[in-house]
């Protein structure tokens, strides 16, 4: 399933990716695509909101993963695979593959910024969220769902 969203502003994309985090469930990979200045983090920040984190949503570009506690004693992970590219691919696997990304997958959301540099590395159930420039101040946001219909 595949849907987009085109936002007018940086309120409307919080508000949107917000509303999303509260319709979502863990285990679940959600990863983030765009150029730099997108939004991912904002998206991120919002889907946090929705979840229910009350703390404060940085970008963890230097700590690479930020963990948040849920309302229900689960958890978010935020990571960003900026700062772990290949200048030359632009990849990002090996460096994540030794942080250990993969064993998170299953113990609660994961929200993956910069997802495009560890691709092969995605499980193949998540849920991308790609943003794009749509004209000043507007972002067109793209949510592609490949989880399974849950059965029944």
Do not use: Q
């Amino acid at each position: 399933m595949s849907e987009t969203f085109l936002s007018e502003s940086p309120e409307a994309t919080l508000a949107w990716a917000a509303r999303l985090g509260a319709t979502l469930k863990p285990p679940l990979v959600i990863a983030l695509f765009g150029p730099l200045g997108a939004g991912k983090t904002l998206v991120a920040k919002g889907i946090a909101a929705g979840l229910g984190v009350r703390e404060v949503v940085t970008s963890p570009t230097f700590i690479l993963i930020n963990e948040y506690e849920l309302p229900d004693g689960g958890r978010l992970y935020h990571v960003d695979c900026y700062r772990l590219r290949d200048e030359k691919t632009g990849e990002a696997v090996a460096a994540v593959k030794a942080l250990g990304l993969e064993e998170l997958f299953d113990r609660g959301i994961v929200l993956i910024e910069w997802a495009d540099a560890v691709r092969p590395l995605l499980p193949a159930e998540r849920v991308d969220i790609t943003l794009a420039d749509a004209g000043p101040g507007r972002r067109r946001i793209t949510l592609t769902d490949h989880r399974r219909p849950a059965p029944g």
